[in-house]
């Protein structure tokens, strides 16, 4: 297949530095044009992947904050009761992680329609997943940590 050797010998020029050179037998004008769009298609699904992670990470927030600030008197209750800012952040952390992974899982049973994929497909899904999730939380931590129960209850 030439599009295949074509692109083997690109990986292997970029590797040693050596960019002279010619392929005998090949289209060389189409094989350069699909390879010069394969590498703009590349380029444009890692900034719509960078977009869709910003917007991720966004949501996260919004959500986290919105249900601390919804559910803030029940908070302050369990606060009252002898429960810690570390509990609540957990408690709140565990409730994320699991619709992260819900979401996850229905994108792993997508990709299951689609192709095999390989487990360190899965496992690097899953990393990103918890980074996004750890960069959404971060905000909500800030919020608690910077929050004063008996000043918020004096005005309640």
């Known amino acids: 297949d030439p599009i295949q050797t074509r692109l083997a010998l690109e990986n292997l020029t970029d590797k040693v530095g050596f960019n002279e050179y010619q392929l005998i037998g090949a289209n060389e004008q189409s094989v350069s044009i699909f390879i010069g769009m394969l590498k703009q298609n590349q380029a444009l699904l890692l900034v719509l992947v960078t977009i869709l992670a910003c917007f991720t990470v966004i949501g996260i927030v919004i959500a986290s904050l919105s249900k ?21 952040i957990m408690y709140l952390f565990l409730e994320m992680l699991l619709l992260i992974m819900l979401s996850l899982c229905t994108v792993f ?24 999730l750890l960069l959404g939380f971060i905000p909500l931590v800030v919020q608690m940590k910077r ?10």
């Open 109 to 132: 049973i997508f990709m299951s329609f689609v192709g095999s994929f390989s487990a360190a497909y899965h496992l690097g899904l899953i990393g990103v997943g918890l980074v996004l």
């Open 147 to 156: 929050m004063n129960l008996v000043e918020w209850l004096k005005k309640v």
């Open 68 to 88: 601390w600030n919804l559910n803030m008197k029940r908070y302050a209750i369990y606060l009252i009761s002898g429960a810690t800012y570390p509990t609540l």
